[in-house]
């Protein structure tokens, strides 16, 4: 038994978190209900706030404690001379139709904050007002009432009696935590080659409050090596959480994995891990809607909670298996329990995008509870990419025309005027792709009113529903949401197609510089580490990303040495697109050799499905005595679990696949299984319209643009395809880089330091 350690005086919370755990009853339901914008959010705000005199107060912080409890948040606004402290709430449609939970909720926070600040200004009496602005009408509905300061008070510790058992617990269970991660130690005899350099970065990283770029190669156990740091960082630097975020699901199961192999190394800590599983695969009746009336899970969701969250925080390993198991012993959803747990686990494993885009779940509630958080991003090679798409948005014009004649007619006048502002877009452009510097200003004020009619006839009749009418509603919003941040990070296009009935064009809001919105969220983390096999050069990522200027950067030195990689560079073949039909033969011969030489298996990368199968077919042709199979077009998990089969300690062939594909990166074929790799491309990005206009963007923003644009990317996915085949320090193996430009010493520059390539 390790020793006691006393746990803090006092466990800190929103007030809306507190009233969120205390207050809400009932079912869950999510039937949608058109609500204002983020934008329109706080702009009624200020119009409600800018309609009181000079000495409304506006915004106030307030505190207060009961027992452990810290209980702390902002108000809305004061208004002294009326004594009235007001909760404001922006809604559109008919007030009425407020689901009964939703306004005992704003009453409670309300009552707590009138609390406050009666304590905090020696306050006798207070009248408590609940504003709701309706966005739509600019009209104010006050719900008011009075409260002298004791009744208050007596409101307020109730509410904090319905938490201090939990605030109480999760105190305990803090201080066990970190005393056990005070005494943990690596979970290992002793670390790998490599290993304890990226630990040793990742735990300043967290010291020095900074984001870290970690180049560290395969094979030295990247998520045992940053997770463990970081937990023992956890009790020094104050962390509440750990975010460990992956861009596939295979990366999400090694960091559970490490996790696993950390906690049998210490069995007496007391760690809650979750997964987070995206809603399409946990939710158990998608048939139905979330919420009371049709899905049972939804029905009394509130009432159940609690009893489903102390279930399941009994469980160390809240795996989306674990948390389907709790989920339905207790008859609540699996999606909405993960969702509630988040707040009480300390390792949370999920996707980017719970962290990174727009809407992330994992970055509103760390902003919200000032938690300190770091985050971790594996195989982050990939964020620039995903992140790209976080941001982009588009629309198409068939869909419009088609709706444009189903619409309810109140609707039809708005989607008209869209229509007109976008085929005038169309007229006005000679050809089939144009970039634009700045947004067609019309258009957008039309797109904006639609949402707006669409919105309020939704709020005005909640029984009538049409999945096109709500699927072009969305996109519009996801649109005129990202036109309001438009700027050079950004491109707006339209690419036609087809001509008299069957004309269409396509609208893209393009991010192309994630920067602008990814800065916040290396803001709000105490730190933040993006590692990966290849992440050179470092300023790539930290331009495009908008890594703060403090960012470190740490090159691992790699585990294996040159002579378990021969590398061959076929200066003699080009595989320029003019080039292709030509380079198939000399690239046949190349591979036929090769596996004379050295019978096993391989993998054999092109550009394109086209190129591979023109490709494997003539090699298949020629060299009908190897065992070939090929990567197809369409490829589900049962398809790729098939192909990766075909690699085994005893097979013999070579499996044709397109870079950057599924087979490109994070798949592990150790040993025999994979013994080397033909790479018949430079894996540049297509020359097309649209890469030029980035190219050009990326030129007059970083000074760089082809690099940027082209080689960069490109080189990553080559040197990830080459990753394949080396997995451990025993492995032997060939890569054969097939392409002339290999031979050029601004190329040779950026393959990986320990490869060996010959002159």
Same mark, same amino acid.
């Given at each position: 038994?390790?020793?006691?350690?006393?746990?803090?005086?006092?466990?800190?919370?929103?007030?809306?978190?507190?009233?969120?755990?205390?207050?809400?009853?009932?079912?869950?339901?999510?039937?949608?209900?058109?609500?204002?914008?983020?934008?329109?959010?706080?702009?009624?705000?200020?119009?409600?706030?800018?309609?009181?005199?000079?000495?409304?107060?506006?915004?106030?912080?307030?505190?207060?404690?009961?027992?452990?409890?810290?209980?702390?948040? $902002?108000? =809305?606004?004061?208004?002294?001379?009326?004594?009235? +402290?007001?909760?404001?709430?922006?809604?559109?449609?008919?007030? =009425?139709?407020?689901?009964?939970?939703?306004?005992?909720?704003?009453?409670?926070?309300?009552?707590?904050?009138?609390?406050?600040?009666?304590?905090?200004?020696?306050?006798? #009496?207070?009248?408590?007002?609940?504003?709701?602005?309706?966005?739509?009408?600019?009209?104010?509905?006050?719900?008011?009432?009075?409260?002298?300061?004791?009744?208050?008070?007596?409101?307020?510790?109730?509410?904090?009696?319905?938490?201090?058992?939990? %605030?109480?617990?999760?105190?305990?269970?803090?201080?066990?935590?970190?005393?056990?991660?005070?005494?943990?130690?690596?979970?290992?005899?002793?670390? #790998?080659?490599?290993?304890?350099?990226?630990?040793?970065?990742?735990?300043?990283?967290?010291?020095?409050?900074?984001?870290?770029?970690?180049?560290?190669?395969?094979?030295?156990?990247?998520?045992?090596?940053?997770?463990?740091?970081?937990?023992?960082?956890?009790?020094?630097?104050?962390?509440?959480?750990?975010?460990?975020?992956?861009?596939?699901?295979?990366?999400?199961?090694?960091?559970?994995?490490?996790? &696993?192999?950390?906690?049998?190394?210490?069995?007496?800590?007391?760690?809650?891990?979750?997964?987070?599983?995206?809603?399409?695969?946990?939710?158990?009746?998608?048939? $139905?809607?979330?919420?009371?009336?049709?899905?049972?899970?939804?029905?009394?969701?509130?009432?159940?909670?609690?009893?489903?969250?102390?279930?399941?925080?009994?469980?160390?390993?809240?795996?989306?298996?674990?948390?389907?198991?709790?989920?339905?012993?207790?008859?609540?959803?699996?999606?909405?329990?993960?969702?509630?747990?988040?707040?009480?686990?300390?390792?949370?494993?999920?996707?980017?995008?719970?962290?990174?885009?727009?809407?992330?779940?994992?970055?509103?509630?760390?902003?919200?509870?000032?938690?300190?958080?770091?985050?971790?991003? =594996?195989?982050?090679?990939?964020?620039?990419?995903?992140?790209?798409?976080?941001?982009?948005?588009?629309?198409?014009?068939?869909? +419009?025309?088609?709706?444009?004649?189903?619409?309810?007619?109140?609707?039809?006048?708005?989607?008209?005027?869209?229509?007109?502002?976008?085929?005038?877009?169309?007229?006005?452009?000679?050809?089939?792709?144009?970039?634009?510097?700045?947004?067609?200003?019309?258009?957008?004020?039309?797109?904006?009113?639609?949402?707006?009619?669409?919105?309020?006839?939704?709020?005005?009749?909640?029984?009538?529903?049409?999945?096109?009418?709500?699927?072009?509603?969305?996109?519009?919003?996801?649109?005129?949401?990202? %036109?309001?941040?438009?700027?050079?990070?950004?491109?707006?296009?339209?690419?036609?197609?087809?001509?008299?009935?069957?004309?269409?064009?396509? +609208?893209?809001?393009?991010?192309?510089?994630?920067?602008?919105?990814?800065?916040?969220?290396?803001?709000?983390?105490?730190?933040?580490?993006?590692?990966?096999?290849?992440?050179?050069?470092?300023?790539?990522?930290?331009?495009?990303?908008?890594?703060?200027?403090?960012?470190?950067?740490?090159?691992?030195?790699?585990?294996?040495?040159?002579?378990?990689?021969?590398?061959?560079?076929?200066?003699?073949?080009?595989? #320029?697109?003019?080039?292709?039909?030509?380079?198939?033969?000399?690239?046949?011969?190349?591979?036929?050799?090769?596996?004379? &030489?050295?019978?096993?298996?391989?993998?054999?990368?092109?550009?394109?499905?086209?190129?591979? =199968?023109?490709?494997?077919?003539?090699?298949?042709? #020629?060299?009908?005595?190897?065992?070939?199979?090929?990567?197809?077009?369409?490829?589900?998990?049962?398809?790729?679990?098939?192909?990766?089969?075909?690699?085994?300690?005893?097979?013999?062939?070579?499996?044709?696949?397109?870079?950057?594909?599924?087979?490109?990166?994070?798949?592990? +074929?150790?040993?025999?299984?994979?013994?080397?790799?033909?790479?018949?491309?430079?894996?540049?990005?297509?020359?097309?319209?649209?890469?030029?206009?980035?190219?050009?963007?990326?030129?007059?923003?970083?000074?760089?643009?082809?690099?940027?644009?082209?080689?960069?990317?490109?080189?990553?996915?080559?040197?990830?395809?080459?990753?394949?085949?080396?997995?451990?320090?025993? &492995?032997?193996?060939?890569?054969?880089?097939? &392409?002339?430009?290999?031979?050029?010493?601004?190329?040779?520059?950026?393959?990986?330091?320990?490869?060996?390539?010959?002159?």
């Amino acid at each position: 038994m390790s020793a006691a350690v006393p746990m803090p005086a006092k466990y800190t919370v929103a007030v809306r978190a507190l009233c969120e755990f205390t207050a809400k009853a009932g079912d869950l339901d999510l039937r949608f209900t058109p609500s204002p914008t983020a934008q329109e959010g706080i702009a009624g705000h200020g119009v409600v706030t800018s309609r009181r005199d000079d000495t409304y107060e506006r915004e106030i912080a307030l505190s207060g404690d009961c027992g452990p409890l810290h209980v702390r948040g $902002r108000a =809305d606004g004061y208004d002294p001379a009326r004594n009235q +402290l007001e909760e404001i709430k922006t809604f559109r449609g008919d007030l =009425d139709r407020m689901p009964a939970n939703h306004r005992a909720l704003h009453w409670a926070q309300l009552k707590v904050y009138g609390h406050l600040l009666c304590a905090a200004r020696g306050l006798a #009496r207070l009248r408590l007002a609940l504003v709701y602005y309706d966005v739509a009408s600019q009209k104010e509905t006050w719900l008011t009432e009075d409260h002298d300061a004791a009744s208050l008070r007596a409101l307020f510790e109730a509410q904090c009696g319905r938490f201090v058992a939990w %605030a109480e617990q999760e105190l305990a269970h803090r201080a066990a935590r970190d005393a056990q991660l005070t005494a943990l130690r690596f979970p290992h005899a002793d670390f #790998r080659p490599g290993q304890r350099e990226l630990s040793e970065a990742m735990f300043k990283a967290s010291a020095r409050s900074c984001a870290l770029l970690a180049q560290a190669p395969t094979g030295i156990g990247k998520s045992v090596g940053s997770l463990f740091p970081l937990l023992k960082a956890a009790p020094a630097h104050g962390l509440d959480k750990i975010f460990f975020l992956a861009a596939k699901t295979s990366g999400r199961r090694m960091a559970l994995d490490a996790i &696993d192999t950390v906690r049998a190394s210490a069995p007496l800590l007391p760690l809650r891990t979750l997964e987070l599983a995206a809603r399409n695969t946990a939710c158990e009746h998608p048939d $139905r809607s979330c919420h009371g009336e049709s899905c049972p899970l939804a029905r009394g969701f509130y009432d159940r909670l609690p009893a489903a969250r102390s279930a399941a925080l009994q469980e160390p390993m809240l795996d989306r298996a674990a948390v389907r198991t709790v989920a339905l012993a207790h008859d609540v959803c699996p999606y909405y329990l993960q969702s509630e747990l988040v707040r009480w686990a300390d390792v949370i494993v999920g996707d980017y995008n719970y962290y990174f885009d727009v809407s992330a779940m994992l970055y509103a509630l760390t902003v919200m509870n000032d938690w300190k958080v770091s985050v971790l991003a =594996d195989e982050a090679h990939n964020m620039v990419s995903r992140a790209r798409k976080m941001y982009s948005a588009e629309l198409e014009h068939t869909g +419009l025309r088609l709706l444009r004649k189903t619409a309810p007619q109140v609707l039809r006048k708005a989607l008209d005027r869209v229509h007109r502002q976008w085929s005038a877009l169309e007229k006005a452009q000679d050809e089939d792709y144009t970039g634009y510097t700045a947004l067609p200003e019309k258009f957008i004020n039309a797109l904006q009113t639609a949402a707006t009619d669409i919105g309020d006839y939704m709020a005005e009749n909640p029984a009538w529903f049409d999945a096109d009418v709500l699927a072009f509603y969305f996109d519009v919003l996801a649109f005129t949401r990202l %036109a309001e941040h438009f700027g050079d990070h950004s491109l707006f296009d339209v690419t036609k197609s087809g001509a008299g009935t069957r004309a269409n064009s396509v +609208l893209c809001l393009r991010n192309i510089v994630p920067a602008p919105f990814l800065q916040p969220r290396f803001a709000a983390a105490r730190s933040v580490a993006l590692f990966s096999a290849t992440l050179s050069p470092w300023n790539y990522y930290a331009d495009t990303l908008g890594m703060p200027a403090n960012t470190a950067w740490v090159d691992v030195a790699s585990p294996f040495a040159a002579a378990q990689l021969t590398v061959h560079i076929a200066g003699h073949i080009s595989t #320029r697109y003019q080039h292709r039909d030509r380079s198939l033969a000399p690239i046949a011969a190349l591979m036929a050799q090769q596996y004379e &030489d050295a019978p096993g298996n391989y993998l054999a990368f092109f550009s394109s499905f086209d190129y591979l =199968d023109k490709a494997a077919d003539l090699f298949a042709e #020629r060299h009908p005595h190897v065992t070939v199979w090929r990567q197809p077009r369409r490829m589900d998990e049962a398809g790729r679990d098939a192909f990766l089969a075909r690699f085994t300690e005893d097979s013999q062939g070579i499996g044709f696949a397109v870079l950057g594909g599924a087979f490109g990166e994070g798949i592990d +074929l150790p040993g025999a299984r994979l013994i080397g790799a033909f790479i018949a491309t430079l894996g540049l990005p297509q020359l097309n319209p649209v890469n030029e206009r980035i190219r050009e963007r990326m030129q007059a923003i970083f000074g760089a643009g082809y690099d940027y644009t082209y080689l960069y990317p490109g080189l990553q996915k080559v040197i990830q395809a080459a990753g394949r085949v080396i997995r451990t320090t025993t &492995d032997q193996g060939t890569v054969h880089l097939i &392409d002339d430009r290999f031979a050029r010493p601004d190329i040779r520059a950026l393959l990986p330091a320990w490869w060996h390539v010959p002159a």
